[in-house]
């Protein structure tokens, strides 16, 4: 990593943490413009560590995040569905970009994966959409496209062997899990300014930090996997 992308990953931090801590205080000056640092920073972080190997693909994805992430923190929630929409786009991009990479994908390790994650996490997204009368489909497609993508990260780390080239998306994986797990928590189980900021709001930078190194490090590695 350059010196460059270093600074651009403290600064990223930071500015995250003081957004969240202006929420957490409910302080609103420089509320809104931290509020959407966040991917442009993870952007021009990629950027300059990709050079002339850019993913065109991924930095589309980027974008829609960077779309949804604009709308949900200055439009607040007049638009929140419509911010949902481009965060699934996003997703679902993100999913066929690590599917691309993956040379095989095992019968066996489908179902390892499809069963668990429709028992953990689709059927309790839809029993709380159902129960809290929030059946939109914007929420539905964010929801199976966060799962798809999440379940896409479980197959890459079952079918290969590479922890040193995974674990970047292993840590995405696992922030954007807590992400959703700290807003779901917060929008209908009970409401805490601790989670709904800084769980939240750090979740959020760090998956997209890690997911960002991620292409990084295997754009070093442009040769498939083989099983």
């Known amino acids: 990593m350059s010196i460059t992308q270093k ?11 003081m957004h969240a801590t202006l929420a957490f205080f409910k302080v609103y000056f420089l509320h809104d413009t931290l509020g959407v640092v966040t991917i442009p920073l993870v952007l021009v972080y990629y950027l300059v560590g990709a050079r002339r190997k850019v993913n065109i693909g991924y930095v589309l994805g980027v974008l829609a995040v960077f779309i949804g992430d604009y709308i949900m923190t200055l439009s607040y929630k007049g638009n ?19 599917l691309g990479r993956m ?7 489908i179902l390892k994966v499809s069963i668990p994650f429709l028992i953990i996490y689709l059927l309790p997204s839809l029993y709380f959409s159902l129960y809290f009368n929030v059946t939109s ?22 079918n290969e062997g590479s922890v040193r080239l995974n674990i970047n998306l292993a840590l995405c994986g696992l922030f954007l899990f807590l992400m959703i797990l700290f807003s779901g928590y917060e929008m209908f189980v009970a409401y805490n300014p601790f989670i709904a900021t800084y769980g939240v709001m750090l979740s959020f930078a760090l998956n997209n930090y890690f997911l960002a190194t991620y292409f990084l490090n295997v754009a070093k590695h442009p040769k498939r996997i083989k099983q």
């Open 137 to 158: 489909a914007s929420m539905l497609f964010h929801n199976t496209a966060v799962g798809l993508f999440i379940c896409t990260i479980i197959l890459k780390l079952i």
């Open 103 to 109: 040379a095989t994908i095992k019968t066996k390790s």
């Open 7 to 17: 600074i651009i990953a403290v600064l990223l931090l930071v500015a995250t943490f």
């Open 80 to 98: 929140f569905m419509t911010a949902l929409s481009f965060f699934g786009i996003a997703y679902i991009v993100f999913s066929f970009l690590v």
